[in-house]
């Protein structure tokens, strides 16, 4: 099982896991933040995007590890969206599985021209309508909490099957 909550590091966990399904006895899966089990969760109100170094995972590294997180440097960043990432967060509120064909556009490199490269996306590499000053240990601990349970939960019934 591979408890991961790095999106970048999505498509290494995932071809380790099919080489692993396709090339040995044992099975491979996600627990972590790819898990369908994992979807969904706390919103913040008057936060419709959060992303990258926001109000969630400022939360949930004031809960792991406080040391690492300067708070002083925490702002809000100034976010630029082309019309079709704006296009496509309004119509995400109401079409929430519309927002994988935003996730398309970005974290990709320039050369795309999809306007989604980190420096193009936002002002100081915070992805985040929020400000990040919001974020509290608290929030932290009920996001780990959540997916911690969610994952044992998952684990549980997996252990409930015939080997």
Not at 30 to 51: C, L, P
Not at 125 to 150: C, H, L, Y
């Amino acid at each position: 099982m591979f408890f991961n909550y790095h999106g970048g590091n999505r498509i290494a966990e995932s071809k380790v896991i099919h080489r692993i399904n396709h090339t040995t006895e044992a099975i491979a899966v996600s627990v972590g933040s790819g898990a369908s089990f994992q979807r969904g969760g706390e919103r913040i109100e008057g936060v419709d995007f959060d992303q990258h170094a926001g109000i969630h995972e400022t939360s949930i590294m004031l809960y792991l590890k406080p040391e690492l997180v300067k708070m002083e440097r925490a702002e809000k960043p100034k976010l630029t969206f082309t019309p079709k990432m704006q296009e496509l967060l309004a119509l995400g509120q109401k079409n929430p599985e519309l927002l994988v064909v935003l996730g398309s556009l970005y974290a990709v490199p320039s050369e795309t021209k999809k306007g989604g490269a980190s420096h193009e996306l936002s002002s100081n590499g915070i992805w985040s309508t929020g400000d990040p000053k919001r974020a509290t240990k608290e929030f932290g601990e009920r996001i780990v909490q959540r997916m911690v349970n969610n994952a044992v939960k998952f684990i549980e019934a997996w252990k409930g099957a015939k080997k």
